[in-house]
């Protein structure tokens, strides 16, 4: 991936799955990653394991102070800020039976920590003549699904929220994207599946035209490009890294007439 060297950017969520993916792509391509993660020491770790150019901070993003100090620090250690990847998710999910402290607990996290995220990091941006900030809904924002509630709106909402980023901080060439992932090899399909990918294939291969889950660093590529000085004039997006599953529809793409003939 080109378009990255010298650039800065912090990844919320940065210790494991897509985050952790997306600091290893940024070192890689001559970037600096600063790794901004509740997971103290899986943060730290992946730090270790990238050198001098990537940096953890403790972060919550529900907690203004803790995203002040994350910039903070982006900026101490490596001079500017020029990206800002918002990958810190909540995952539970009670369905609509959630508690309002489930729902408030989800949107804190999914919706007001990337809001803020993004507008902590923004002067910084502005001081090195722009940024980009990539941000994440699902396909789980697209589809009804049973016996979910908060992640799915939460995801819904972020795309609204991204596009008013992106018009907002347009002018002063910040660029706001979003990536929509499927199912992807990282903890809750991975839990689910027991661990086993080979199941987790065969299973989304009903869902997903190519016919498998993810890896993580397929998603992080995409990132990695909207991050990048290739995407300049790509603002507002929702980029889907999903297999297709976005196109098949609720008859995973099987004529209605051929499914009644079986």
């Known amino acids: ?33 600063l790794i901004a993660d509740i997971d103290v020491e899986a943060g730290a770790a992946l730090a270790a394991e990238l050198g001098d150019a990537a940096a953890s901070e403790t972060t919550d993003v529900t907690d203004d102070a803790a ?99 992106a018009m907002h901080h347009a002018a002063d060439r910040i660029r706001v994207n979003l990536v929509s992932p499927a199912w992807t090899w990282t903890t809750p399909i991975i839990d689910a599946a027991g661990g086993d990918r080979a199941k987790a294939d065969r299973v989304a291969a009903d869902y997903h035209p190519l016919g498998r889950v993810a890896d993580a660093e397929e998603v992080a590529a995409a990132v990695l490009f909207l991050l990048s000085d290739n995407a300049r ?7 889907p890294v999903d297999g297709g599953y976005a196109i098949s ?13 079986e």
Not at 7 to 21: D, E, H, R
């Open 1 to 33: 991936m080109d378009g990255l060297t010298g650039k800065v950017a912090i990844i919320t969520g940065g210790a494991k799955g897509i985050g952790a993916a997306t600091a290893r792509g940024l070192v890689a391509a001559g970037g600096r990653a």
């Open 67 to 165: 995203i002040a100090a994350c910039v903070g620090r982006a900026e101490a250690a490596f001079g500017g800020i020029d990206g800002l990847v918002n990958g810190a998710v909540l995952f539970k999910d009670d369905g609509l039976d959630s508690s309002r402290e489930r729902w408030l607990a989800g949107f804190d996290c999914n919706i007001v920590g990337p809001a803020h995220m993004v507008e902590a990091a923004a002067p910084a941006m502005r001081r090195r003549g722009g940024g980009s900030v990539v941000s994440f809904s699902s396909i789980a924002a697209k589809f009804g699904q049973r016996g979910r509630g908060v992640y799915p709106a939460t995801k819904a909402a972020i795309r609204q929220l991204t596009r008013n980023q």
């Open 233 to 239: 004039f790509i603002t507002g997006i929702d980029l």
């Open 249 to 261: 529809g609720p008859d995973q793409g099987t004529p209605t007439q051929y499914r009644l003939s």
